[in-house]
């Protein structure tokens, strides 16, 4: 087996990062915050809430909850 | 600080030592030797060595990398508990950027660990301790051990349905034995459970700085609770089955403490993060340290020495002596001061600077890759251990009394109570971990089962507080955060298998010192400069020899119990680098006959 085992050379080249995908902080920058999201208020240790509308679930445009006794849930 | 060994002169071996060698041990994970002499008319380990053949080198290559790569980048060290790291570094980069994720992103990410220690100390404990202790394995080294569990009602067959020990036992034969292929099938319902929350296992996919990717839905936590109930039925057998197999030893075996026993030296560095407290900043450490649903502290021969994490942290000395390193005293100083004005050693994970050196392998001398982690305590640089994990977790827990999560687990201060509620045919049952009195191989594999049912209703409380966060529209589960130029940041969490801490320095907006201290290198450290053996070498020398084998066929059991209860895990112990790059040839070399 060893005599058909191919021995590579140890000089590769180095690793390169590639340029062109941007940063998650350049997008937010360019295209905005996400439609149909939305922060509330900070709770616990300083953490920020944040809820979303119905929209941002399912996709698709409703005018509002499934049932008014669960506000959250999602309608689909 | 000097580096130079102080050490007696070994002592003139006596003529009845035999010197025996398990290199590598299996059944672990890595390439862990050890090396000990056996005095065979006492029945005593005389000396232990324990070495690592592996160098990785991750603090190494962390250097120059986007501060937010190291989360996917240190989760490889491990290919089992990756996403602790992951954790780790996400609690490091949380700190250096600012930032605390929504509650909901904590609760997924407290989920989602909960999943690795019910995963991972499950196939541990099941698939490769209990091999140690099945029918095969006794009736090889202790046939009149067998003999007498034939003969041996189980306390509790009626819950768990196996009349006798022998009945247990047989039942863990490997790849044959009833409960070897029970835990086969819940390891896989808890890698579910794992990918439910963080995306994909061991390396998680929606972990992020800042919270995580998972969107949280009732569905996901319904499917994870279905598959989390079958789990805590699972529990209500196996705890009480492991109580009967272990307890048996120590009847079967008058003083069978001794084995792997050592000084209670066990250290904690707690896990669980509290959203309602824990803000990621360095100063208030403490108090969310202590806020954490498994307390981090220190336990120095049976007394809490501290629950603080910034005392923990400044405490943390990494030693040489014994390993392939040179010093790196005369190095650079990345951090002289913690956020809170306290000075900083030369030899803290903040400052280190990994200076590799290999060279042959010499028991008098340097013998093994991993270093000498210690915690100091103002006067004694302490070889502490993690107990496997579940050991040193449920004793700083239980000594400190501070966890009471709503009814599921509660810190008593001599011991920790876990309440599972009633699953499909069992009704609710009550557990108590109680403080034993030894820190030995036997304790150390009975707190892993304990710390399973503990992990599995710690999960139950998180569901129920991740559900009132959707319930109340908090859907968010990340927050953005901006990479400061300069920063530095440390985090601490529990690995499957004991305490994790990983440190960053951020120069320039990239990485300019990383260093991840897992379990490993604290369990497996060797004899640091001061002459102080690592846990394992602590643990094996001096300890009893049951085995009824004589020299020619000695299966070495006992000691073996004893590495394994420490869960060791080598990738962990070392972190690999190879240079330029250099091409090896990989030869196949077949070990036939290892136990």
């Known amino acids: 087996m060893a005599d058909k085992t191919k021995i590579r050379s140890s000089r590769r080249p180095e690793p390169v990062h590639q340029p062109g995908t941007r940063k998650g902080e350049e997008m937010l920058d360019a295209a905005g915050k996400e439609a149909r999201r939305y922060h509330t208020e900070k709770t616990g240790a300083g953490r920020q809430s944040g809820k979303s509308t119905p929209r941002d679930v399912s996709g698709i445009v409703t005018k509002g909850p499934i049932d008014p006794r669960s506000p959250y849930l999602p309608p689909s | ?595």
Request: proline content about 7%; aromatic content about 12%.
């Open chain 2, 1 to 595: 600080m000097a580096i130079k060994a102080r050490r007696e002169e070994p002592p003139t071996p006596s003529p009845q030592l035999v010197e025996m060698a398990w290199d590598p041990i299996t059944r672990i994970v890595g390439s862990l030797g050890i090396y000990t002499k056996l005095d065979f008319q006492q029945r005593k380990v005389v000396e232990c060595h324990s070495t690592s053949s592996i160098f990785r080198g991750y603090s190494i290559f962390m250097q120059g990398k986007d501060p937010r790569d190291s989360h996917f980048i240190t989760s490889r060290i491990c290919g089992i508990c990756g996403d602790n790291h992951a954790t780790c570094s996400v609690y490091t980069q949380n700190m250096a950027y600012g930032v605390r994720p929504p509650a909901l992103g904590e609760w997924i990410l407290n989920l989602g660990e909960a999943a690795e220690y019910m995963f991972d100390h499950n196939i541990f404990q099941e698939n490769l301790v209990a091999v140690d202790y099945c029918e095969q394995m006794v009736r090889e080294t202790n046939p009149g051990v067998l003999e007498m569990a034939e003969k041996t009602e189980a306390p509790n067959a009626d819950v768990h349905g196996y009349r006798t020990i022998a009945d247990i036992m047989r039942a863990c034969n490997p790849f044959a034995g009833a409960l070897y292929l029970e835990g086969l099938q819940m390891s896989r319902l808890t890698r579910e459970k794992f990918c439910l929350m963080e995306g994909r296992h061991v390396h998680p996919s929606t972990l992020y700085p800042g919270g995580v990717g998972t969107a949280g839905t009732i569905q996901v936590f319904t499917d994870y609770l279905v598959r989390l109930m079958k789990y805590v039925e699972w529990m209500k057998k196996m705890v009480p089955l492991h109580d009967d197999l272990f307890n048996f030893f120590y009847q079967a075996l008058p003083g069978y403490e001794k084995v792997g026993q050592r000084r209670v030296l066990l250290g904690c560095w707690g896990s669980f993060q509290d959203p309602n407290v824990c803000d990621y900043d360095y100063r208030t450490m403490d108090d969310w340290g202590r806020a954490m649903f498994v307390t981090p502290g220190i336990v120095v021969d049976g007394k809490l020495v501290t629950t603080s994490l910034i005392d923990i942290n400044l405490g943390l000395r990494i030693l040489l002596g014994s390993s392939y390193y040179e010093d790196w005293e005369n190095e650079r100083t990345f951090v002289d001061r913690d956020p809170l004005g306290n000075p900083i050693d030369k030899h803290h994970p903040w400052n280190q600077t990994t200076i590799p050196k290999p060279q042959k392998r010499d028991f008098q001398g340097n013998y093994s890759w991993v270093m000498s982690p210690r915690w100091y305590d103002g006067r004694d640089y302490l070889a502490l251990d993690t107990g496997g994990g579940p050991l040193a977790r449920l004793w700083v827990t239980a000594l400190a009394g501070l966890v009471d999560l709503g009814g599921y687990t509660k810190a008593t201060g001599q011991s920790v109570k876990i309440r599972l509620p009633k699953t499909a045919t069992k009704p609710e049952v009550e557990f108590e971990w109680k403080i034993p009195q030894w820190s030995n191989t036997i304790e150390r594999n009975r707190a892993r089962t304990y710390f399973q049912a503990y992990a599995a209703a710690a999960a139950l409380h998180f569901i129920d507080k991740a559900l009132e966060e959707i319930r109340a529209g908090h859907t968010k589960t990340w927050n953005e955060f901006t990479v400061p130029k300069e920063a530095i940041g440390c985090g601490f969490h529990e690995a499957v298998r004991g305490v994790l801490s990983h440190h960053m320095v951020i120069e320039n907006g990239k990485i300019a010192n990383y260093h991840p201290y897992p379990p490993t290198p604290w369990n497996a450290s060797v004899r640091d400069i001061y002459g102080t053996p690592g846990p394992y070498e602590d643990a094996v020398q001096g300890t009893s020899i049951f085995e009824e084998n004589g020299p020619d066929n000695f299966k070495g059991i006992d000691i073996l119990r004893t590495v394994r209860s420490f869960d060791p895990c080598l990738p962990c112990g070392v972190h690999m680098y190879l240079g330029e790059g250099k091409e090896l040839k990989v030869v196949h070399s077949p070990t036939f006959g290892r136990p």
